[in-house]
Nanobody
Framework: QVQFVESGGGLVQPGGSLRLSCAASGSIFSIYSMGWYRQAPGKQRELVAVISSGISTDYVDSVKGRFTISRDTAKNTLYLQMNSLKPEDTGVYYC?????????WGQGTQVTVSS
């Protein structure tokens, strides 16, 4: 069974930084594109960043220049470096394959940006 475990969230002030981690198990991590998703209260889950099985990356416009997605193939771990955080970045962040595997969302990690 595929499993994703997110960590690294927390409460930060606007302008602060966080690095999220996602440990993946139950699959060959390196052969799939992976993404970070977030869901704000009352809103639909959205794709924030994606990384291919190679090195190419892409981001939703609202986070370009502030977030960086990366992966460590040997450790089966996905990362999201989040800088210059804004209140609108608040939400639960999830990792998954891209396109996602619907039955295999993790618990997510809460990111709250507030002064």
């Amino acid at each position: 069974q595929v499993q994703f475990v997110e960590s690294g969230g927390g409460l930060v002030q606007p302008g602060g930084s966080l690095r999220l981690s996602c440990a993946a198990s139950g699959s060959i991590f390196s052969i799939y594109s992976m993404g970070w998703y977030r869901q704000a209260p009352g809103k639909q889950r959205e794709l924030v960043a994606v990384i291919s099985s190679g090195i190419s990356t892409d981001y939703v416009d609202s986070v370009k220049g502030r977030f960086t997605i990366s992966r460590d193939t040997a450790k089966n771990t996905l990362y999201l470096q989040m800088n210059s955080l804004k209140p609108e970045d608040t939400g639960v962040y999830y990792c998954n394959r891209f396109p996602p595997l619907s039955p295999h969302w993790g618990q997510g990690t809460q990111v709250t940006v507030s002064s």
